[in-house]
């Protein structure tokens, strides 16, 4: 890891603090926490009237310094950072945290106040905060953390130091996460706070750079930059680093779209499970799921493809992993033969060989039994995983008197032969520390409660080879589109929405737009019976709730009544105005009816596929791609819907022309990242006929971006 701009940050010579007093406060915890990591470089306090504090020598500015520190503290009040900034960054310090509070999350004066550090910082001063915890470096023997934290990372990981990194917004959730003793030993701990300059994707390209690092967990609120965190994201796939990410704020949706159904079905959240899926980062509920998950990944043997292989000495146990199995999506392996008889040659007679297995309660204690029952399983073709579940609350020790020492023994004897991970699984998180230092020293990952064990093996077993697709840029297609899109309006309509999809290649049904009740009938005949008929004018989305669409028309008479009967609705909806018309087309065959839409806003082109009609909300059944992506990618997107077994050939019905389909939805997404113009766009439904007829966009909805009205 030569070279990177945040080296002298997160493995500095010379540590600098600015502001600690010997009166306490985040300057001297500073000090201390960085000696206690055992730093071995040279450590300097910046303080204007002492000559040293804690046994360090003071100085009284940065100036001052025998030389410019590599990494900067600053423990200042907030009216004194932008001063201190300014002065470190001229001097050429490498990196700097600053702890005060009192920035961009309080008022407009502390969003004057950031600016200004932001503007001093520049491109000059790599730093951390404000308002945050700071940053804890095990691997280079350094704190600049302002409280009190864990030094058991510190030489727990070997001379090499700890797997995992974390990088947290927050900072109490940074903080919980490196004090959990269920996590493998730590590399880095980062909270980030304001994020001022540095943010989670800055830590994440230095993670990443670091040979040792195998797992970097994420707590966030959001991104500034998705297209960069993209980036990054496939570059830690390609270098096998996993990483872990918890975003808050999911729930929150965004503005309620009254207009498309794509608003509606991928809320504001979307974007980030589409970028997550589609660059392989493992996406968790909640810090018991990132602990488990952290600690499965961070172990030397990580789960390979298969499923899980579960055994207890309680049936009790048993039967409640196999309930969560089934609720968290845990592939339980099937036993083979020789599986089967292994077990069978070392239970009694009475024992039901299955998976879960129940090794009964004889079997508690019994090391040869544990090592037995490990090594078949984790030999068997389909295991993928092997887990033994067991309980130690905080009132059970004494351990060494119920048998623990001879089961995870055992089972590490087993796991040291084997090519998968053995995971001692407790079915609470209420753990007394023993057993999980117990665990640890004998090379057995440690997963505490059911459902955050079986969510951390689902998880890891989801994800598959991160396949990078690159933008590739403004289509030949754009000019034309954008003219189309201008002459459209303020107020697209269907009309103009097919426009721009043929323009793309989406076909769409044969027919044109009548301004009376013969032109109607004319655009039937040239199409073929039967038709369909559509009430169009600018503003109307939802023409069905209105009675705007009428089906099956076989003849010039029935075309004529639905003319005017459609022409009527729309005045009875729509009052003065433009006057309503009629478009006409050739009625579509048999397919599976779905919705592909997209919208355009900070995070990017976003495109919707799901369940499509009348039904769409009601089912709510749908998946989001984040553009640039291929045809692969719409693949597995469609893999994980509920109506994936229609387009499969559902109950001997013809499979669908699921490869025109993922054409379509990759067409719209190159349409959406062309035009920005576009709010919205639904294609609802679109019909995928049987394999080998292709698609057709019946129905089509364009609503432009808010401020972005017609191109003059």
Known sequence: MDGHRLDRLFRPASVAVVGASPKGGYGLRTLRNTRALGFEGRLYVVHPTHREVDGVPAYPSLADLPEAPDAVAAAVPAHAVPGVVAEAAELGAGGMVVYAAGFAEQDAAGRARQAEITAAAADRLPLIGPNCLGLASYRGRAALWGIEMPYGHVGSGGPAGGTVALAAQSGNMALTTMLSGRLPAVAYGVSLGNQAVLGLADCLDYFVTDPGVRVVGLVMEGLADLARFRRLAERAAERDVAVVALKVGRSARGEAAAIAHTGTLAGSDAAYDALFRQTGVHRVDDLDEMIALCSLLAAPKRPRGGGLAVYASSGGECGLVADLAEATGVELAELDEPTEAALAAVLPDYAKIANPLDLTASSWGNRDVYRAAARAMGRCPGVGAVAFTGDSPTYADPLDEVGWPEMVGGAAEAAAGLNVPVALVTTTTDIVPGLVTMAHEEGVVVLAGV??????????????????????????????ARDLLALAGDEPTETDAKGLLGAYGVA?????????AETAVRIARRVGYPVVAKLQAPGLAHKSDIGGVAVGLADDAAVRDAYDRLVKAGIDAGGPGTPP??????????????????????????????????????????????????????????AGLRVAPLLNGYRGGPPADVAALADVVVRVGRLLADLPEIGEIDINPLLCRPEGEGCLALDALIVRAAGKGPRT
């Not at 064990?453 to 030949?476: K, N």
Request: proline share 10%.
């Open 451 to 480: 459902r955050p064990a079986l969510r951390a093996f689902a998880l890891a077993a989801e994800r598959g080879p991160v396949v990078p697709v690159a933008d590739p840029g403004p289509s030949g297609v754009r000019p034309q």
């Open 508 to 516: 769409v049904p044969a027919g044109d737009v009548a301004a009376d």
């Open 581 to 638: 018309t009629v478009r006409v087309e050739r009625m579509a065959g048999p397919g599976v009816e779905l919705i592909v839409g997209g919208r355009n806003d900070r995070a990017g082109s976003l495109v919707v596929i799901g369940a499509g009609g009348v039904l769409t909300e009601l089912v709510a059944d749908a998946a989001c791609l984040l553009w640039p992506f291929g045809p692969d990618d719409v693949r597995a997107a469609l």
